[in-house]
């Protein structure tokens, strides 16, 4: 069943000093979802951002689905600081787990919606064991880290086999693109069968969120229209 697609704007290509700014504005352009990565130096080669920015977020009246992608180890520590702190979906990756299906039960447990996450060269065999507890499948299109990467074209017959597993499982789960989407790229990444689309530097390196956001949903529309 195709579920409707959504927009995540990736807050790693945000301006940090208007950051709350920045959120209002790409939702009003029409985004559905925050995509907030969370990097800590060990598990990617990065740190960003942690609960309390999320908590900001919260109460400076951000109402929309925040989607936390942790690339983080251990996980298990930090999930209910962000379940506390308002995140929507908690995404994480199998390697930085000692015990998946246990921080996919402590995720939903929290009160959130949990999702795995996969690198461009990590298999799919946790799926075998999981897909029927998680909500989101997370596929990274990008090795995690840093924003403005290209787009790894051999991801797309993984997200294809991912689409498959996903109908034949019958439950309504998400399947997620992050790293290099762009207006001209998004096309085909939505014919594979992603239905969720994180753009970081695409969206907020526009100068109009509204006219790109709106230009890739034509794409996405376009290659629906197709399948």
Not at 83 to 99: D, Q
Not at 113 to 136: C, E, Q, S, Y
């Amino acid at each position: 069943m195709k579920q409707v697609p959504w927009i995540a704007p990736s807050l790693l290509s945000a301006d940090f000093a208007r950051l709350g700014e920045e959120v209002r504005a790409v939702l009003a352009a029409g985004a559905d979802i925050i995509h907030f990565d969370v990097m800590d130096n060990h598990y990617v080669p990065n740190l960003t951002i942690g609960p309390l920015v999320c908590e900001a977020l919260r109460k400076s009246g951000i109402t929309a689905p925040i989607d936390v992608h942790l690339m983080v180890k251990p996980v298990d520590r930090i999930v209910p600081d962000f379940a506390k702190a308002g995140a929507t979906w908690i995404t994480f990756h199998p390697e930085a787990s000692e015990h998946i299906d246990r921080t996919i039960g402590l995720i939903r447990e929290s009160g959130c919606r949990p999702g795995l996450v996969f690198n461009p060269a990590t298999p799919l065999v946790w799926l075998d064991h999981v897909l029927d507890k998680i909500d989101m499948v997370l596929l990274m299109s990008v090795n995690p880290g840093f924003g403005g990467q290209s787009f790894i074209a051999s991801v797309l017959p993984k997200i294809e086999r991912v689409r498959e597993l996903i109908d034949r499982s019958g439950r309504e789960i998400r399947l997620e693109v992050d790293g290099g989407v762009k207006v001209d790229n998004i096309e085909v990444v939505a014919a594979a069968g992603a239905d969720t689309f994180v753009a970081g530097s695409a969206i907020f390196g526009a100068s109009d969120y509204r006219a790109t956001i709106g230009a890739m949903r034509e794409k996405i529309a376009s290659a629906r229209r197709g399948a």
